[in-house]
């Protein structure tokens, strides 16, 4: 009966080891989620190609998968197209950042962004094709060996789509 009155056999933890209950919960949930969160990227991704989804179905993403020594010996055969690919990609990301500030400009000026949608697609065009002759001059100097295992290398990389290809999204198919 005294221990009633008192409250000595009450049944609620102290609130240190509540915290320390909660934290130990949080600590075991972040553990659990990076795990599940690398089994999934496992999943995905194959040891052969460990980026499958971040590389692109070209001569230039296979490139990436040759061995050191010949990946350096086609980055020197390539070395003019490398540079006008990447000082081309340069510019187009800057177009894109100036049409992205025109879109956004508070008072919008319709003239400006014209300007700078025009820019951009000039930039588009000009850093493709410098890309085009790029993955040409790699293409021409793969081994027959090379060819082939790109052939191989692309058919076991996951499929890219573009939702302008899927045909519920297009034009007029979309508006029926």
Do not use: C
């Not at 230039?60 to 040759?66: D, E, R, S």
């Not at 060819?147 to 996951?158: F, H, I, M, S, T």
Request: hydrophobic share 40%; aromatic share 6%; net charge positive.
């Amino acid at each position: 009966m005294a221990a009633v009155a008192i409250g000595a056999g009450s049944l609620r933890a102290p609130r240190w080891m509540v915290t320390a209950l909660v934290g130990s919960l949080a600590l075991n949930l972040l553990v659990v989620g990076a795990i599940a969160s690398s089994l999934w990227r496992l999943r995905f991704e194959t040891p052969e190609a460990p980026l499958t989804v971040r590389v692109p179905r070209t001569v230039i993403g296979y490139w990436t998968t040759l061995p050191a020594e010949r990946h350096k010996e086609l980055k020197r055969l390539t070395e003019k197209q490398w540079q006008d690919a990447e000082q081309l990609r340069r510019a187009l990301q800057e177009a894109r950042a100036e049409s992205i500030k025109a879109l956004t400009a508070e008072p919008f000026d319709r003239q400006r962004y014209l300007a700078a949608q025009s820019l951009l697609l000039a930039a588009d065009q000009r850093s493709r094709e410098a890309t085009v002759k790029l993955r040409t001059e790699i293409g021409l100097h793969l081994t027959r060996e090379e060819r082939r295992g790109y052939l191989r290398w692309r058919e076991k990389q996951l499929p890219l789509t573009n939702p302008l290809d899927v045909p519920e999204k297009q034009g007029n198919e979309a508006q029926r």
